[in-house]
């Protein structure tokens, strides 16, 4: 609305208060600024939303979304200042669309490798749940959504807990904020750097899962081959019957005890993995 539509008193005091309104050039507000700000904020979106959905601790699939995408918001809200020098936001609508899906490519490769260590605890809930004789006793997984020994459930919930008591998902937000030094935006990742961190990250998780599982292979060793010099010694007795029930009351005695050493081992290894984003 312009001041000759007002009243004329009322145009008379705004001109006083505001004398720049009535020149031009240097006096008018400037705003062209606000949609290369917009601009940035969606892209540094981009990457935060993507590691957010799939961070440790932070992005189980048991939390709201509202929540999680209110976090994403936020950091990256405070990552803006951070990446406006190193973002150069294309004059053309094809170059904005290649950062904006070079940012989603970065932010889903972290985010996965994690993920894919991460994974180490149901795999040794699997190991785990085979050596005791609980294969068999299957429930549904709140962070994936699909069935998985009952063992397996328990390492992970258990896990996600002690990552969010111990703070260790504030190394997480760490390493979103540090992934800027990394790999700065401003195209897409290099495919060797990517398939070398997705096969050392696969290796993590695999090797964290057997050293989490192997107080149980090596029971699972000790108890079948004690089975087997039980059934040669006295081929009458049905051993079958006498091995379920004493692999599982073993097994749980042996979780029992070992249960904290597997935790600490897991935090460690999640917490050296991170800590390579974060350059410490």
Known sequence: MSLSLLHPAMAVGAAQRHPGWRKGGRGTMQIAILPEISAIFVLV?????????????????????RARLSLAFFIALMLVPLARPLLSVPA????????????????????????????????????????????????????GGMQNPSIGNLLTMLGITLILTTDLHHLAIAAIHESYRLLPPGGFPDVT????LAV???AQGFALAVQIAAP????????????????????????????VPASILGGMFVLLAVVGVMMNVFLDDLGSFLRQFTGN
């Open 92 to 143: 053309d609508m094809p170059g904005i669309v290649g950062l904006l899906v070079g940012e989603i490519l970065i932010g889903l490769i972290i985010g996965l490798c994690a993920r894919l260590v991460m994974a180490c605890l149901q795999t040794a809930g699997i190991i785990v749940a085979q050596t005791m004789g609980l294969g068999f006793a299957m429930t549904v997984d709140p962070t």
């Open 45 to 65: 979106f981009a990457r935060v939303g993507t590691m957010v959905m799939l961070m440790p601790g932070i992005g189980e699939r048991f939390i709201f979304s």
């Open 216 to 243: 149980f292979i090596v029971f699972g060793l000790l108890f079948n081959l004690g089975l087997g010099v039980l059934a040669r010694m006295m081929p009458q007795l049905q051993v079958f019957f006498l091995a």
């Open 200 to 202: 050392r990250s696969t």
């Open 193 to 196: 750097d990517v398939m070398t």
